[in-house]
């Protein structure tokens, strides 16, 4: 009788490769804050992490060669190797910020505006 090759089960193949962090105890409260309550934080782009949502943007010819353009020229110049994706976060990010910084004289709420 031919025998079986042992194969490794799903929760083998998918663990996690990283020690999970445990969560810290949570320090004592301390005294608020002198900063104004609508002070929100500021977006960040998330970088290369796994993520969990996702999203369907769809592009110009125009507005793709010009991401693309832009993909190309950061690696060619700079030596910075990153995919669309990420381009796109940090834009994202960036256009949040300055929306939170300065509201109705931000660059986003001006380019809505005029179309």
Known sequence: MAK???LPGASELFR???????????APAAAPSPEPAAVEAQ???SG???HDHKITVYFSEEELLALEDANLDLRRTHGIRVDRGRIV???VAEALADLAERGAESRLVN????Q
């Open 4 to 6: 079986r090759a042992s």
């Open 16 to 26: 996690p490769t990283k020690p999970v962090p445990t969560p810290e105890p949570p």
């Open 43 to 45: 977006p960040v782009a």
């Open 48 to 50: 290369r992490v796994r």
């Open 89 to 91: 976060r940090i834009a």
């Open 111 to 114: 380019e809505l505006r005029q």
